[in-house]
Nanobody
Framework: QVHLVESGGGLVQAGGSLRLSCAASGSIFAMAWFRQAPGKQRDLVGTVTSAGITNYADSVKDRFTISRDNAKNTAYLQMNSLKPEDTGVYYC????????????WGQGTQVTVSS
């Protein structure tokens, strides 16, 4: 069983930065960050594999960076140049195999960007 614990959300002004962390227990192949704005569906922000290969949604490319420390089994989401539309609950997710689903989820952390 995989357990994910997120931290690092908060309130920041537009243009500012935040870093989210997601600590995992158990064997993980890939981790991902999703976000959900009020009244909207949950969208993928980006992913990182155990080899450090990353992919990003177009809306966050060049502003957000996902990294992973395999020794600590922890993924990070560095968010720079934040915009009010980045506001939402951010969720960490994980899967145990390359072709598996993101079956494990963190509790979510609120990110609020004020204009």
């Amino acid at each position: 069983q995989v357990h994910l614990v997120e931290s690092g959300g908060g309130l920041v002004q537009a243009g500012g930065s935040l870093r989210l962390s997601c600590a995992a227990s158990g064997s993980i192949f890939a981790m991902a960050w999703f976000r959900q704005a009020p009244g909207k569906q949950r969208d993928l922000v980006g992913t990182v594999t155990s080899a450090g290969i990353t992919n990003y949604a177009d809306s966050v490319k060049d502003r957000f960076t996902i990294s992973r420390d395999n020794a600590k089994n922890t993924a990070y989401l560095q968010m720079n140049s934040l915009k009010p539309e980045d506001t939402g609950v951010y969720y960490c997710a994980a899967k145990s195999s390359r072709f598996g689903l993101y079956a494990y989820w963190g509790q979510g952390t609120q990110v609020t960007v004020s204009s």
